[in-house]
């Protein structure tokens, strides 16, 4: 195994953190999350807009934690729980960096890529118009989405998606996403 989760967490623990979490996704986490988010962004008097964009970014990214995490193998289910997610958020002098990360099957790895490669590639106005096509001409998936999250991250903030895919074992890679909120 090449990828180490706690050397990865540990890593992400520098710098000004207002939040670091490790552990089991859920409904009732992600409202706490947000609320507590909220409530750190009012007390530093943060800008509305800036406020606006970390709220959009986590509601959109938790989602994807939560309904996206990949059915771990019992060799990971030992180790970590059912919907096991990471996430950061660090300060910054001209904003905020959102880290998000979840265990996934390898074979998703090529697919999310270059769908993320692919909203990198647009400007503003083209996720524009490809949010809109896939929001009037796609069905929902299975897991309730359309796939318009990481679109519509990439259009709020403004900002490319940076991810790596750290390979765990033979069948799993550990997904990490980081958006900039400024």
């Known amino acids: 195994m090449g990828f180490n989760f706690d050397d990865y967490y540990n890593a992400l623990q520098n710098g000004e953190v207002l939040i670091a979490y490790k552990g089991s996704v859920s409904a009732e986490w992600i409202n706490g999350i947000l609320e507590n988010v909220e409530g750190k962004l009012d007390s530093a008097g943060e800008d509305s807009r800036i406020k606006k964009k970390m709220y959009n970014v986590l509601v959109e990214g938790l ?22 997610g990471v996430l ?20 998703k790895t090529k697919y999310l890529k270059d769908k993320i490669d692919k909203i990198n590639s647009l400007n503003i106005e083209e996720l524009k118009d490809m949010y ?51």
């Open 63 to 84: 989602q994807n934690l939560y309904h996206h995490v990949d059915e771990l193998s019992e060799e990971l289910k030992g180790k970590y729980s059912s919907k096991f």
């Open 88 to 107: 950061v958020i660090k300060k910054f002098e001209d904003g905020y960096k959102v880290t998000l990360g979840n265990f996934i099957t390898s074979d």
């Open 132 to 182: 809109k096509f896939i929001l009037n001409h796609q069905k929902l998936s299975a897991k309730g989405g359309g796939g318009l999250g990481l679109i519509d991250i990439a259009r709020k903030t403004g900002n490319k998606l940076e991810y790596n895919f750290y390979e765990f074992n033979n069948d799993y890679s550990f997904f990490n996403l980081e958006v900039r909120v400024n």
